[in-house]
């Protein structure tokens, strides 16, 4: 008996969870759950199944410095959830990706009560595409990112988008 597994195609997992998703006509509640332990001063250790990781802040906000600090873990969030749709949505329209790169920036007022101001993502695409399906995927990432939605309706969001060194609209 084999001992390995078999993995399902990538194209067909997506298009079937795209196309579930499409057809839902009622609300359908998700959870995400991430179990998080204080290890020592500020650092944590957090999971999620069998996966792990370390949060922590640097030495001159109190911290051990083993891991990236809190805030960089919601900014990658936030970013690698839209990033994720633009890939889903890419691989169901049989759209090639020959690379996509993000750098993404939060802005926020540091003082007691303060909030993120912006998000902002700067996403470059290069792919053999036209503009124009490049656009519709950018245009269905953001309705169907989760973060992107819940941020949008309290912070400004911005995505910059190039695609072949081109800078695009949408």
Excluded: W
Excluded at 56 to 85: H, I, K, N
Excluded at 96 to 109: E, I, Q
Excluded at 113 to 139: K, L, N, V
């Amino acid at each position: 008996m084999s001992s390995l597994k078999t993995i399902p195609d990538s194209a067909v997992v997506v298009r079937n969870e795209d196309s579930e998703r499409r057809s839902l006509s009622e609300s359908r509640i998700g959870t995400q759950r991430i179990d998080i332990q204080l290890i020592e001063q500020l650092c944590f250790q957090a999971s999620f199944g069998r996966f792990s990781f370390t949060i922590d802040e640097p030495p001159e906000r109190g911290g051990t410095d083993r891991g990236l600090p809190p805030l960089a873990y919601f900014v990658a969030g936030a970013a690698s959830c839209l990033m994720t749709q633009y890939a889903k949505l890419a691989i169901a329209k049989s759209v090639p990706l020959t690379s996509m790169k993000a750098v993404a920036r939060g802005h926020f007022d540091r003082r007691m009560g303060g909030a993120f101001t912006d998000m902002i993502y700067d996403i470059t695409i290069e792919s053999p595409a036209t503009e124009d399906a490049i656009r519709e995927i950018a245009r269905e990432a953001e309705s169907m990112c989760y973060a992107h939605n819940t941020l949008e309706k309290t912070v400004h969001m911005q995505t910059i988008l190039t695609l072949n060194g081109k800078r695009l609209n949408f």
